[in-house]
């Protein structure tokens, strides 16, 4: 459905769920059907036209409510004259009240948005949970990679800095929620579940808590959202790599340790002079050069690794740097016969009885840095591929964001 029906069914929606606006609606109709028929009966519409008359009701009490007043049909009976005395001093009132709960529904909504107190009912978003100082970075490359994505900030900046933040984004998908992000009713306004993905980033936009409490608050956030909606990806930010085994139990699906690099490029940049600069480059991604992510797909399935590779280059320009394999999980139904004897109904009991997930389907996978060229690519692989050209076999966020 194209953007501009859907926002005008949008704006129906809010009005509708407006009890006010809906109740001087409603008194509006029923003015105007009321005139209809009064003028319908009244003045013989229905013996002279029959129901052809009562068109030309409606059209007198529409013109008369609007106080546009053609004069082309008039009322002729006592009754129909008393009554649009009525209608005349009463329509005016009504529409001006409902002109003006259209203004103050809009303010309203303007005014809570600019608080983040609205309530977020988009899909397919991301949630950006938290502030930092590489915040900003963050969004600028999410919107490079994502095109057209919704970005939901939810975090306890003041207003004068969310205000400036949504300027200078202002041109893409960017909406906020103010609130602590490991509270299920925050999370809930942020529309946690018709998300696609999460990012916890070590907070510091809230006034309450020190940045101390930091990687405590992210496996809250993670353990919040995994148990409001099991499905959204969640990437997460630590301090201290010692918590990283806590966010993980907790469901997080990246988890990235600030710092963690910084000690391989300070080593590599002492050994082999430029080095460590040129590592920095790719991490930030600078000079153009991106990282992309491409599904091995019929396209590449049963090819070498070298083979592809030189594709791509010749292609894209692109250099392949890694393969992501996707490792199977084991089910509970390979480890049982087929004929499932008493033995195995028993097994299958107790692992039901236990209440635990021993054997859980979440996606496990296999990173291979620099493969060999006589590698075989298989299927459920991902190529890892830097290039300043975006290759087109690279799906759009919305439907690759339960991968990694």
Same mark, same amino acid.
């Given at each position: 459905m194209p953007s501009f029906f859907r926002k005008i069914f949008r704006s129906y929606g809010i009005f509708v769920r407006e009890s006010r606006f809906l109740k001087i609606s409603l008194l509006i109709f029923a003015l105007i059907w009321s005139g209809a028929l009064i003028i319908f009966f009244a003045d013989g519409y229905y013996? %002279?036209?029959?129901?052809?008359?009562?068109?030309?009701?409606?059209?007198?009490?529409?013109?008369?409510?609007?106080?546009?007043?053609?004069?082309?049909?008039?009322?002729?009976?006592?009754?129909? /004259?008393?009554?649009?005395?009525?209608?005349?001093?009463?329509?005016?009132?009504?529409?001006?009240l409902i002109t003006a709960n259209i203004a103050s529904i809009f303010v309203e909504r303007k005014l809570k948005e600019g608080e983040g107190l609205e309530e977020i009912r988009d899909r397919n978003h991301v949630l950006l949970c938290g502030w930092n100082e590489n915040a900003e970075r963050i969004l600028e490359g999410m919107f490079e990679k994502m095109e057209r994505g919704l970005v939901v900030l939810i975090n306890e900046l003041e207003r004068d800095e969310v205000q400036s933040i949504l300027f200078h984004f202002k041109e893409f998908g960017l909406k906020f929620v103010r609130g602590d992000f490991i509270k299920a009713d925050v999370?809930? /306004?942020?529309?946690?579940?018709?998300?696609?993905?999460?990012?916890?980033?070590?907070?510091?936009?809230?006034?309450?808590?020190?940045?101390?409490?930091?990687?405590?608050?992210?496996?809250?956030?993670?353990?919040?959202?995994?148990?409001?909606?099991?499905?959204?990806?969640?990437?997460?930010? &630590?301090?201290?790599?010692?918590?990283?085994?806590? &966010?993980?139990?907790?469901?997080?699906?990246?988890?990235i340790v600030r710092g963690e690099t910084t000690g391989s490029m300070i080593a590599n940049a002492v050994a082999f002079a430029g080095l460590g600069e040129m590592m920095r480059m790719l991490v930030n991604e600078e000079e153009g050069i991106r990282f992309w992510k491409i599904p091995v797909?019929?396209?590449?399935?049963?090819?070498?690794?070298?083979?592809?590779?030189?594709?791509?280059?010749?292609?894209?320009?692109?250099?392949?740097?890694?393969?992501?394999?996707?490792?199977?999980? *084991?089910? &509970?139904?390979?480890?049982? %016969?087929?004929?499932?004897?008493?033995?195995?109904?028993?097994?299958?009991?107790?692992?039901?009885?236990?209440?635990?997930?021993?054997?859980?389907?979440?996606?496990?996978?296999?990173?291979? *840095?620099?493969?060999?060229?006589d590698l075989i690519l298989e299927k459920n692989s991902f190529l890892v591929v830097i290039s300043h050209k975006r290759p087109t076999e690279v799906k759009i966020m919305d439907k690759i964001a339960i991968n990694p």
């Open positions: 013996r %002279s036209k029959g129901w052809a008359g009562l068109v030309d009701s409606l059209y007198w009490a529409m013109v008369t409510v609007s106080t546009v007043g053609y004069g082309d049909i008039v009322p002729s009976s006592y009754i129909s /004259r008393i009554f649009t005395i009525i209608f005349i001093l009463s329509g005016p009132i009504l529409l001006s999370l809930l /306004r942020a529309n946690v579940k018709g998300a696609k993905a999460a990012v916890i980033l070590s907070d510091k936009s809230s006034p309450r808590y020190s940045i101390d409490k930091a990687d405590e608050r992210t496996v809250f956030a993670v353990m919040a959202i995994k148990s409001l909606n099991s499905k959204v990806r969640t990437c997460a930010e &630590l301090i201290n790599p010692e918590n990283r085994e806590h &966010l993980l139990r907790a469901g997080a699906d990246e988890v797909g019929s396209r590449y399935r049963g090819k070498s690794v070298g083979e592809v590779s030189r594709q791509l280059r010749g292609k894209y320009g692109a250099l392949l740097i890694g393969i992501i394999q996707q490792v199977e999980y *084991i089910r &509970l139904e390979d480890i049982l %016969s087929e004929d499932m004897t008493a033995v195995d109904l028993f097994i299958k009991r107790k692992f039901e009885e236990s209440g635990k997930d021993f054997f859980s389907e979440k996606k496990r996978f296999k990173y291979i *840095i620099n493969p060999s060229d």
